[in-house]
C-alpha cells in the first residue's frame, strides 16, 4: 500500500536561512510524487510535482525538490526562505487516490 | 482564487444528524476526490469519482458516501455523525495535468 513519512513535525528556521523538508515513500510503482503549502484554514495549494524524467523539479515560490529513487525520498528545498513561508507542508504520492504525509509545521524567525 | 468552490465555508451539526457537503468548479473536471483533514493532520483520502461513479474509496464507513452529477459538482454526505467527524472536507478536482489535482478552500465541520 503506498504511504508517506514526514519525519519532522515542526522545523523552525530564521528569515534568509536555507530549508529542506524530508519526505520519505512507499509505493509499488513509478510514484508520482507532490509537494502541498497549506496556510491556517486555507485549502492546499501545489508547490511542485514529479511523474518522470529530470529528478529535480522546480516549483512555484523559489521551491525545489529532488526524487532519489534508491532512498524512497522527495525532499523539499528552497534555498533562502521568507518569512511568508509560514505555513503547512505536505508531501504526497498519487496518482489517483493520493496518500498525505501528516506534514511538516514551518515557523521562520525573523 | 482556486477555481474550486466548496459550500458551506463553515457548518456546525449535533451528533447523529446528517450533513451534505457540495463542490463545484467553473469548468468541467470528469475527476473529483474527497478528503477529510483532522486537526494537525494530513488529509485522508475518503472516495473518488470519476464520470459519476465510485472509482476509489479509502478506509472509511459506508456512511460517508459520495455524487458526482452530469455538471461535474460533487456531494459528499455523511449520515449519523460522530463527534471524531469534527475536521476541514477537502474538495480536489483532477486538474489538466495527469495526477494533479487543485483543492478547494474546505469545509470546517464540526459535531457537537
Known amino acids: 500500500a503506498q504511504s508517506v513519512t514526514q519525519p519532522d513535525i515542526h522545523i523552525t528556521v530564521s528569515e534568509g536561512a536555507s530549508l529542506e523538508l524530508r519526505c520519505n515513500y512507499s509505493y509499488g510503482a513509478t510514484p508520482y510524487l507532490f509537494w502541498y503549502v497549506q496556510s491556517p484554514g486555507q485549502g492546499l495549494q501545489l508547490l511542485l510535482k514529479?511523474?518522470?524524467?529530470?529528478?529535480l523539479v522546480q516549483g512555484i515560490k523559489g521551491f525545489e525538490a529532488e526524487f532519489k529513487r534508491s532512498q524512497s525520498s522527495f525532499n523539499l528545498r528552497k534555498p533562502s526562505v521568507h518569512w511568508s513561508d509560514a505555513a503547512e507542508y505536505f508531501c504526497?504520492?498519487?496518482?489517483?487516490?493520493?496518500?498525505f504525509g501528516a506534514g511538516t509545521r514551518l515557523t521562520v524567525k525573523p | 482564487e482556486t477555481g474550486v468552490t466548496q459550500s458551506p465555508t463553515h457548518l456546525i451539526k449535533t451528533r447523529g444528524q446528517q450533513v451534505t457537503l457540495r463542490c463545484s468548479s467553473q469548468?468541467?473536471?470528469?475527476?473529483v476526490s474527497w478528503y477529510q483533514q483532522a486537526l494537525g493532520q494530513g488529509p485522508q483520502f475518503i472516495f473518488q469519482?470519476?464520470?459519476?461513479?465510485?472509482?476509489g474509496r479509502g478506509n472509511f464507513p459506508p456512511r460517508f458516501s459520495g455524487l458526482q452529477f452530469p455538471n461535474y459538482s460533487s456531494e459528499l454526505n455523511v449520515n449519523a455523525l460522530e463527534l471524531d467527524d469534527s475536521a476541514l472536507y477537502l474538495c480536489?478536482?483532477?486538474?489538466?495535468?495527469?495526477?494533479?489535482?487543485?483543492f478547494g478552500s474546505g469545509t470546517r465541520l464540526t459535531v457537537v
Open positions: 469548468s468541467g473536471h470528469n475527476t
Open positions: 480536489a478536482l483532477m486538474d489538466g495535468t495527469r495526477g494533479g489535482y487543485t
Open positions: 469519482y470519476y464520470r459519476e461513479e465510485e472509482n
Open positions: 514529479y511523474f518522470s524524467g529530470d529528478t
Open positions: 504526497a504520492v498519487g496518482p489517483n487516490d493520493m496518500r
